[in-house]
């Protein structure tokens, strides 16, 4: 799907629906802040989530002290979502609007938090760019944290196709710049009631 097709996709659905009761909502993203807990990183490390929607993450890592926290999504709705609620906590965050295929920026991080966009790339070329821009914006040493639809999840979400991973897939596919330090699958329950498996791997860069 080329850029301009996913952003009108991705903004329809944060300005149509409410977004407590998408297959993907969490209201606290447990998972991901234990994984970040894990890592014992400064409370100064570099944050990015991408692909972030108007999830909650960035306002548990304001909370637990974190200060350099960058969210991106390829939907200016959702990330006003997220400014409107935090309101003037708002300004500790930096906000990205753009596709995380190929976003240009000259920070590095520490930390990539990506929950439930990866699956999203079905393209090789658009899984090669996401590779590439990963692996030149973290740091050495860096953390990334992966949660994508494993071989057990749905085919489709949003409306949309997804490439579901093995642990093995999805090791592959950044071996040559990362260690895998953990893989696990894990259960997610939708707001209606259906459950999503769900592949998470934290990875170090080389």
Known sequence: MEISNRKIHWETVFKTKDTTKVSWYQPVPETSLKLIEKLKLPKTARI????????YLGDFLLEKGYSEITLLDISEKALDTIQKRLSAKAEKITFIVADVTGFSS???YDLWHDRA??????????????VKNVSEKLVSGGYLILGTFSK????????????????????GVFEKNFKKIECFSEEHQTPSGTQQNFLFCVFQRI
């Not at 966009?117 to 996401?130: C, N, S």
């Open 106 to 108: 000259s920070e590095t």
């Open 48 to 55: 990015i989530e991408v692909g972030s929607g108007d999830s």
């Open 152 to 171: 057990n999840g749905p085919d489709m979400c949003s409306g949309l196709h997804v490439h579901k991973y093995s642990e093995a897939e999805l090791t």
């Open 117 to 130: 966009v990866f699956h999203f790339l079905a393209e090789i070329r658009d899984i090669q760019k996401y």
